[in-house]
């Protein structure tokens, strides 16, 4: 019974932090964009504009809830919710603290992996059921996209696995009290950055919805409650693979000086920032230039990175 | 001279009859009329032919003749078709004529000479009802499908209260609506092929890539597109037709809305057209403040396009700095001409006020700011190794086809031929300034933006010259058909006093003739053709603008690329729809 009150509670904790978190991104990426755009962003709604995420709610979930008469109903509606459903369930196995966690899963990695795959669906369903030419262009580039990402995103932490020899994210961060991941497995790390990119689909690598171009792609005819969703989901698409970044390259919650859940919290910020940043800075490339570069130069790197990797695991523990 | 003189000898010597008469114009371009049945073949001619032919056809109207009175030594006509070509081998233009006396006439198309003449012609069969046998699709551009009448006519109104009250019943939305479905098959596209369906995909008019109302619509094979129609005159606001009923001054702020981003940029040619039919010199300082203020207007437009252009390719901050560096140009514009986008601030015989107090400082330091910024803006957008990915080989075309097809300004030079309407033809006092003419090699996406890019460098330079060089004297010529006229002497004596009346109340009169004069405007090349019947207006006013034979070269260029790509060309040709559409 203990357990699974304290299941429950972390459940919750979690979903509340996580359904803080994404929207207060909204207002983090606004000011920051802002901020190296040279300009002032949100900032008349509340102290710095903070409320704006409030403002921007409200007005979303008091929308008219339309869905377009020549869309395929049932499968538009259900489309954004799997991108909330997969990334939210992947919470669940990320460590945030020593004893905080919803579940402690000995293939925590996998489950990952597998979740972010069903993100996919979201975007090519919405894409399919808006029967909109924009959308199928934004959903099929979605597909192509993030199949051919997650390919190497999976292979660009087996290194990780190999060494740390385990799939249970508790145990990887804890592997990593002498030496984070990232020294010995940097070119995994930075696979799974740009990997992870293209999973939560994100400037400079959002050609799904890429706006100077397919308008905005898969969630074009999207409005409301239903779009906010797509909204939200990628913000905590965001939050998770920077979470994850810090679990499997920096240490998860080891630190000094602060408690554990504070450096957490630090380290996952730092790649939400590094993220915006890069959306700031960097044009998008073309929807081919980017699967050629994922296949051709990505996956070969991914597999040497593991190759290496395992022999030298080999020939350490052999 | 000797150039032209031989050129009208050696069209007399060949084609004898056919040249009806030699007409002699203001701005000395040599003008031939030839009759209707042989127009074809001279043009041919004169295109493929000659020694240094006449490679460009740079403009192609109509005028309706009916009303007009001072026609002396012209032959009979009810509508004149008009061909203005270049050569760039002579540096030299010539003008054919070709009288129509029908009321709804017909004349053999060109299309097959020049390509670039598809548009042109179906815009004047549109403005005018003239029909051009051949073409392979006679209709209408720039006015809707269900429009009735030919705007450009006489006898169409000018004005919405001259045409009955608006009213949009049911069967009139649904024709309207029924007027905007594409037929594939009336552009000669097919459907599918073999093994595949084509996907055609309407872009625009609301769309955020298109920088405006530009539509068009793309057959796509995947994401590959295959081939594309543009439907344009989405933003036709009758600029032409309102020439004729505005007075010579009036019309000036009318220009501003051409290009819109251009400003003072669209005055310019204007006003050197109506002052060389009036004969009117413009005193140095006058020209110095001209030039200072349309380099400034070259440099925000260019900064409007360096942004917008990145933003095409992704790129989401860049046009956020530009933007701002804008801002202060338009902070100049403002303390000089009172207003920003629309300054509205050349006149004819100079400009409208002298500089204020502080001019200096203000574009100095703009002069001083400029420079360091445009290096941020090259490693942020033109070093980008994933801009040069986007651009690189894409929308490529040579020289060759540049000028087959009108293509002048950045995208000429683009291609590597070096020719500035500054330089090689200077107008308004550009010969006294020092500067370079950009150019690059492979006439592609990016190569059009390292030329402008470097345009901005070179307009900051003849700033420079301008602010270290500006000359005192008047702003305006006392010319006395100078509008409005100086006001200092009309208290003093009865002439000026006149003249200041006559030239307020209904603006100079200019002599009946037609010039036309071309600036380098910040897009390409834009002129004013003016035609006057001996009146206080124009009698025809012809703009011919630069976006109009660059859209309509889109398609060429984009073919076999990506949807993607298409958008970076429509960014990279550089183009405002109002300039276009007019």
């Known amino acids: 019974m203990i357990t699974s009150a304290h299941t429950v509670l972390a459940a919750l904790g979690v979903l509340l932090g996580v359904f803080t978190i994404a929207p207060g991104l909204i207002w983090l990426e606004r000011r920051l964009l802002a901020v190296w755009q040279d300009r002032y962003g949100p900032n008349r709604v509340g102290p710095f504009g903070i409320l704006q995420v409030v403002a921007d709610m409200i007005k979303i979930f008091t929308k008219e809830d339309w869905v377009p008469p020549f869309a395929d109903k049932p499968v538009f509606i259900i489309a954004p919710t799997i991108i909330m459903l997969s990334t939210l369930m992947s919470f669940a196995v990320v460590p945030v603290g020593p004893n ?60 990780v696995v190999l060494m740390n020899g385990s799939f249970n994210l508790r145990e990887i961060v804890l592997a990593q009290e002498g030496m984070w991941n990232v020294i010995p497995q940097f070119f995994g790390f930075l696979i799974f950055l740009l990997a992870g990119l293209a999973e939560s689909h994100r400037l400079p690598l959002d050609v799904p919805e890429a706006e100077s171009e397919i308008i905005a792609g898969f969630h074009s005819e999207y409005s409301g409650m239903k779009f906010g969703m797509f909204f939200v989901g990628e913000y905590i698409g965001v939050t998770l693979v920077s979470a994850m970044i810090a679990t499997l390259f920096f240490g998860g919650w080891l630190g000094p000086w602060f408690p554990p859940i504070v450096w957490m919290l630090i380290k996952t910020f730092a790649f939400i920032c590094l993220f915006i940043l890069l959306r700031a800075s960097l044009p998008r490339p073309r929807y081919d230039q980017l699967l050629s570069y994922g296949w051709k130069v990505m996956l070969p790197l991914a597999i040497l990175n593991l190759m290496v990797t395992g022999a030298i695991v080999v020939a350490t523990t052999g | 001279m000797s150039e032209q003189a031989t050129i009208e000898k050696q069209l007399d010597r060949q084609f004898g009859d056919a040249i009806l008469t030699h007409q002699s114009t203001k701005d000395d371009v040599p003008t031939l009329w030839v009759e209707k049945a042989r127009a074809k073949e001279v043009l041919a001619h004169l295109k493929n032919d000659i020694d240094q032919p006449y490679k460009m056809l740079y403009d192609l109207t109509a005028l309706d003749e009916r009303d007009r009175e001072h026609r002396d030594g ?92 608006f009213e949009l019943p049911d069967w009139k939305h649904d024709r309207e609506q029924q007027a905007y479905e594409f037929k594939p098959e009336e552009w000669g596209m097919k459907r599918q092929t073999e093994d595949a369906d084509f996907m055609f995909l309407n872009l625009g008019p609301q769309h955020p890539g ?96 360096y942004g917008t252009f990145a933003q095409d390719v992704g790129a989401l901050s860049p046009v956020f700095y530009m933007f701002n560096d804008r801002e202060r140009i338009l902070k100049i514009v403002e303390a000089v001409c009172g207003d920003r986008m629309h300054p509205n601030w050349f006149r004819i015989g100079g400009v409208a006020q002298d500089l204020p107090e502080g001019w200096e ?23 980008n190794k994933i801009f040069q990915a986007r651009t690189v080989d894409i929308g490529a075309y040579d020289t060759e086809e540049a000028i087959e097809w009108g293509i002048t300004g950045p995208g000429l030079r683009a291609t590597g031929l070096e020719w500035d309407w500054r330089k090689k033809r200077p107008y308004g006092g550009y010969d006294q300034f020092e500067f370079d003419i950009p150019t690059a090699t492979n006439g592609d996406s990016y190569d059009r933006g390292v030329v402008r890019v470097e345009e901005i460098r070179q307009s900051l330079r003849i700033i ?43 603006g100079p009169r200019v ?21 006057s019947d001996d009146s206080t207006r124009s009698y025809r006013t012809r703009i011919r603008v630069p976006s109009f034979p660059h859209i309509q070269m889109v398609p060429l260029i984009s073919r076999g690329h990506t949807v993607a790509d298409l958008l970076a060309i429509l960014g990279s040709v550089d183009f405002v729809l109002a300039d276009l559409d007019r």
């Open chain 1, 100 to 159: 905080i966690g919803v579940i402690d899963m000995n293939i925590g990695l996998l489950f990952f992996l597998a979740m972010s795959s069903m993100g996919a669906y979201s975007v090519v369903l919405a894409g399919w059921a808006s029967n909109n030419k924009y959308s199928l262009l934004g959903g099929m580039r979605g597909a192509s996209q993030m199949i051919s990402y997650e390919v190497f995103m999976g292979l660009s932490l087996l290194g």
């Open chain 2, 74 to 165: 012209q032959p009979d006509s009810q509508f004149t078709v008009l061909y203005h070509l270049i050569s760039f081998d002579r540096n030299s233009d010539v003008r054919i004529k070709v009288p129509l006396d029908d009321k709804y006439p017909h004349l053999d198309s060109i299309t097959d000479v020049w390509p670039a003449s598809n548009w042109y012609e179906r815009e004047v069969y549109d403005m005018f009802g003239v029909n051009f046998d051949g073409h392979p699709n006679m209709r209408r551009l720039l006015m809707p499908k269900t429009w009735e009448g030919h705007p450009l006519r006489k006898e169409h109104p000018a004005r919405a209260t001259e045409m009955g009250q």
């Open chain 2, 210 to 305: 298109t920088h405006g109302v530009l539509r068009m619509i793309l057959q796509l094979d995947g994401e590959q597109l295959v081939d594309s129609v543009p439907d344009v005159g989405y933003h036709h606001r009758g600029a032409e037709k309102m020439g004729e009923r505005q007075s010579w001054h009036t019309y000036i702020p009318y220009t501003d809305r051409i290009d819109y981003l251009g400003g003072v940029m669209n005055n310019f040619p204007y006003v050197l057209t109506v002052e060389k039919m009036l004969g009117i010199e413009v005193p140095d300082r006058a020209k110095v403040i001209r030039i200072m203020m349309a380099e400034l207007f070259r440099i925000a437009s260019h900064l409007v396009w």
């Open chain 2, 361 to 383: 400082k203000m574009v100095q330091d703009f002069v001083d700011y400029m420079p360091k910024r445009l290096k941020e803006y090259d490693s942020l957008v033109m070093k």
């Open chain 2, 464 to 506: 420079q010259q301008c602010i270290d060089n500006m000359p005192s004297g008047d702003y305006k010529s006392d010319h006395p058909q100078a509008t409005p006229p100086r006001k200092e002497q009309t208290m003093q004596d009865i002439e000026t006093l006149i003249n200041h009346f006559v030239n307020v109340t209904w």
């Open chain 2, 511 to 531: 002599p009946a003739g037609e010039a036309i004069v071309s600036v380098e405007a910040s897009k390409g090349v834009n002129g004013y053709y003016l035609v």
